[in-house]
C-alpha cells in the first residue's frame, strides 16, 4: 500500500493511504481529497495522483497549477510516475 506522508507549514504531519483505482486530488478548495485551506500558495486544484494501469504505478499530475507541483526539487511539466521516497511539494 502507498502512503502519502503529508507536512503542513506548520509542521503538523498526517497520513493518507493512496488507493489503486482512486484519483487523490490535492488543493486549497474543500472538494480536494487532500484539502490545505489555509495556504494561499496552492491552488484551489493543485495537483493529483492516480493509479496508471499502463505503467503498474501511482503518477503525479499538476493540474494546471499557478505556482507549480514540484517533485524532488524540480517542477513537473507532465504526469510523472512516482517512486518510493520522492517528496512533492505544492
Known amino acids: 500500500m502507498a502512503t502519502l506522508i503529508i ?3 506548520n509542521g503538523t504531519q498526517r497520513t493518507y ?4 483505482g482512486a484519483t487523490a486530488t490535492m488543493g486549497r478548495a474543500e ?3 487532500l484539502s ?3 495556504d494561499l ?3 484551489n486544484a493543485h495537483c493529483s495522483i492516480y493509479w496508471s494501469e499502463d505503467k503498474s504505478a501511482f503518477v503525479l499530475s499538476d493540474l494546471k497549477s ?3 507541483t514540484i517533485l524532488n526539487l524540480d517542477r513537473i511539466s507532465a504526469d510523472i510516475v ?3 521516497n520522492d517528496k512533492i511539494r505544492i
Open 17 to 20: 493511504e493512496l488507493q489503486r
Open 82 to 84: 512516482l517512486t518510493d
Open 31 to 33: 472538494r480536494n481529497t
Open 41 to 43: 500558495r496552492i491552488s
Open 36 to 38: 490545505f485551506p489555509r
Open 7 to 9: 507536512t503542513e507549514a
Open 66 to 68: 499557478t505556482n507549480g
